[in-house]
């Protein structure tokens, strides 16, 4: 978020005094479109590099003696025909139609994950495998700009960093969440900080460091990598969660924008400008602190 001094006051229909304000740096928006974007070419293309082998492993041993499968989704034949299957921790549930067994009415196949779900559509490795590093590099390259300039720009100091204020914000944080209630506001508010800062600065690079411990080139220069995470297999487990925990914020960020008010977010993610609230009677006005 930029400080600048041309904020612009605007009388409503309903009277209210709301300010426009410029709210998000080019970086951040150039930076938050390309890794959307991204991530939307490497779920999909991760889906279909998972499909060759839907089992997922913790450990570093392996053999007919071991059991150390966490999440298996498959397909077997019942009294009733072929069914999808996906076992979680040993626990058994029937995604017929979704994981395991699905496709077009009569013409169903086994397959981890279902057609719409993965690039390319057919199953399709080495095209999937394209995809998925070409957009890895993108999104590890936007990630480090993002970094630079919210560096020198101060984005990450002001807007996300987390103060002792925020800590004591945080119940009440909680509650106008849950009540819906949104204030809009030029600073981030403490669950908007924890969730962005949680992908920005642990899942995302997560992301990465077990994406890499995955090749085996970076294997032979960084044996270590592969080792602290323990081991390949943990190490997919490891990615496959994030994505599960990206696709979950993924979805509560949509809703928490249609709650708050699309038109407004968008904007501002968009053009960097952002209606803020009029200021309440009793507000005394106050510099915003950098
Ligand atoms: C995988 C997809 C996405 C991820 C990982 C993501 C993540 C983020 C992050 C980390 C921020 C904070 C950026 C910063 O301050 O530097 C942010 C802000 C924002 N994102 Fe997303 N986003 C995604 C998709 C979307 C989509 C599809 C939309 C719109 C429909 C959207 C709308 C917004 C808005 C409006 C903000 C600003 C929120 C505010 O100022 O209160 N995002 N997003």
Not at 30 to 57: C, D, E, K, V
């Amino acid at each position: 978020m930029d400080t600048v001094a041309n904020d612009q006051s605007a009388p409503r229909a309903d009277g209210k005094d709301t300010t426009l304000i410029y709210r998000q740096s080019r970086w951040t928006r150039l930076t938050h479109w390309i890794w959307a974007f991204s991530l939307f070419f490497m779920l999909l293309s991760g889906l279909q590099i998972f499909n060759a082998r839907p089992q997922l492993y913790i450990g570093k041993q392996s053999g007919f003696e071991f059991n150390n499968t966490i999440l298996q989704i498959g397909a077997e034949n019942t009294a009733t025909g072929p069914r999808g299957f996906t076992e979680i921790f040993g626990h058994r549930f029937d995604t017929t139609g979704v994981l395991g067994w699905s496709g077009p009415p009569g013409q169903e196949t086994p397959r981890g994950f279902p057609a719409w779900a993965t690039i390319p559509s057919y199953y399709d490795l080495g095209t999937a495998r394209v995809v998925h590093f070409f957009f890895a590099w993108i999104l590890t390259s936007t990630l480090l700009v993002w970094l630079i300039a919210g560096l020198i720009n101060g984005h990450i100091r002001r807007d996300l960093a987390p103060r002792v204020s925020d800590l004591r914000k945080l119940p009440r944080d909680i509650v106008d969440h849950a009540k819906l209630k949104f204030h809009h506001t030029r600073e981030y508010n403490t669950l908007q900080k924890m969730a962005y800062g949680g992908v920005l600065f642990v899942l995302l690079p997560l992301m990465i460091i077990t994406g890499l411990a995955m090749s085996p080139s970076m294997n032979s220069v960084l044996p270590w990598l592969n080792e602290i995470l323990g081991g390949r297999q943990t190490a997919r487990t490891i990615h496959f969660t994030v994505m599960v925990l990206l696709v979950l914020f993924f979805v509560i960020h949509i809703l928490m924008i249609l709650a708050a008010g699309p038109i407004n977010e968008l904007r501002s993610i968009i053009t960097g400008w952002y209606r803020t609230d009029p200021p309440a009677k009793h507000d005394q006005p106050t510099e915003r602190s950098a």
